[in-house]
T-cell receptor, first 114, second 113 residues
Framework: ETGVTQTPRHLVMGMTNKKSLKCEQH?????MYWYKQSAKKPLELMFV???????ENNSVPSRFSPECPNSSHLFLHLHTLQPEDSALYLC?????????????FGSGTRLTVV | GENVEQHPSTLSVQEGDSAVIKCTYSDSASNYFPWYKQELGKGPQLIID?????GEKKDQRIAVTLNKTAKHFSLHITETQPEDSAVYFC????????????FGKGTSLLVTP
């Protein structure tokens, strides 16, 4: 256990479904991130939240909607996804900013869109 | 934006040998370079990092070197063990972001007994 917990670990959803991914950290970090990990591609930054404020939205389709209600929780709401959205979704947190502190990653949610 | 290239994509070594993974980055203003190890079914874990004011850093069997002029950095693992088998990612800080890291594509390391 790294201190960053993601649920569920696995998720299969149809293209018309709505689901949410959850991330929780109790490390006292003040920044949280969503990354998408696909086979043979670099980790793709999706969203960054610092002190509960979204500071980065890396041209992600609107079918992905993040929410950060407090500094310990981060959600990724999913709706009308496409099969190409199947991937491992990783949440991470860090202390500080300017990318100068190492991330702590969760174990990820393996998402399959059918 | 930042572009991080990582080589090789796969690496197989015998137990006890050394392994070297190399990365290059494009943004000369990047100042933080971490390395992550990802085991099957887990998220990436930070194993070592280096900042731009340092040329080399070592932690037991792993070391990282940084050449700012050439904009490349490398991970060195000595006396490899089967449990070192995993996917390794390099990353560089995104200076225009202020918060995020840009990752290489990863190197799948296999250490055979």
């Amino acid at each position: 256990e790294t201190g960053v917990t993601q649920t569920p670990r696995h998720l299969v959803m149809g293209m018309t479904n709505k689901k949410s991914l959850k991330c929780e950290q109790h490390l006292g970090h003040n920044a949280m991130y969503w990354y998408k990990q696909s086979a043979k591609k670099p980790l793709e930054l999706m969203f960054v939240y610092s002190l509960e404020e979204r500071v980065e939205n890396n041209s992600v389709p609107s079918r992905f909607s993040p929410e950060c209600p407090n500094s310990s929780h981060l959600f990724l709401h999913l709706h009308t996804l496409q099969p190409e959205d199947s991937a491992l979704y990783l949440c991470a947190s860090s202390q500080g900013d300017r990318g100068s502190y190492g991330y702590t990653f969760g174990s990820g949610t393996r998402l399959t869109v059918v | 934006g930042e572009n991080v290239e990582q080589h090789p994509s796969t690496l197989s070594v015998q137990e006890g040998d050394s392994a070297v993974i190399k990365c290059t980055y494009s943004d000369s203003a990047s100042n933080y370079f971490p390395w992550y190890k990802q085991e099957l079914g887990k998220g990436p874990q930070l194993i070592i990092d280096i900042r731009s004011n340092v040329g080399e850093k070592k932690d037991q069997r792993i070391a990282v070197t940084l050449n700012k002029t050439a904009k490349h950095f490398s991970l060195h693992i000595t006396e490899t063990q089967p449990e070192d088998s995993a996917v390794y990612f390099c990353a560089a800080s995104l200076t225009n972001s202020g918060y995020a890291l840009n990752f290489g594509k990863g190197t799948s390391l296999l250490v055979t007994p």
